[in-house]
């Protein structure tokens, strides 16, 4: 029972030792303000939900709202970076998430209408070398996806494009 037991730790770290990993960062843009919209967490939970139901080890920072500060943004995310690298993380994914609050009727609501785009940028922990980067645009809202449901939609859609280029880059997670 005891080499069993031996032999399934060992092929269970093993698998850890060679599994892929990332540590998340979403920065909230253009919403005028310090509050952490309830968007930008469902987009997180989304995406580390995707991930992590494929066997992939995810972690996150605190959402980061952006007030247009580039030095500050930087900052901030540099310290995101040094943590992903403590942690072990192979990449560290940066989620720029652009709001369009202008005609919003309800700015702080889980609503796809209040998201402009998404960009993305993955970087090599170990190399800094930069796999991916892209811009993800929702579907026009309507009254069917301007909701938390739309706004989950939108977060796996970018999860899976992020995960097929990184196939396509033989970065796969």
């Known amino acids: ?11 269970g770290m093993s ?14 843009r253009n919403t005028g303000g310090e509050t952490i919209f309830d968007t930008s967490y469902v987009v997180e939970q989304a995406i580390m939900d995707y991930f992590f139901d494929r066997g ?6 605190s959402v980061i709202v952006s007030d247009n500060d580039a030095a500050k943004e930087k900052t ?3 310290r995101s970076f040094v943590e992903a690298q403590e942690g072990s993380m192979n990449l560290f994914i ?26 993305v940028e993955i970087v090599s922990v170990s190399d800094l070398n930069v796999l991916l980067e892209e811009k993800f645009v929702p579907e026009k809202a309507n009254s069917f996806n301007d909701n938390r449901g739309g706004v989950e939609s939108f ?19």
């Open 1 to 11: 029972m005891k080499k069993n037991f031996l032999a399934f730790f060992l092929l």
């Open 15 to 28: 698998a850890l030792l060679n599994a892929k990993s990332f540590s998340l960062q979403i920065v909230q």
């Open 56 to 61: 992939t080890i995810v972690s996150n920072n």
């Open 76 to 78: 901030r995310l540099h």
């Open 94 to 119: 940066k989620l720029f998430l652009n709001y369009a609050l202008e005609d919003s009727t309800n700015p702080s609501a889980v609503l796809l209408s209040n998201i402009r785009d998404a960009e």
């Open 155 to 173: 977060a796996t859609d970018i999860a899976v494009k992020i995960q097929a280029s990184l196939a396509k880059k033989d970065g796969a997670l």
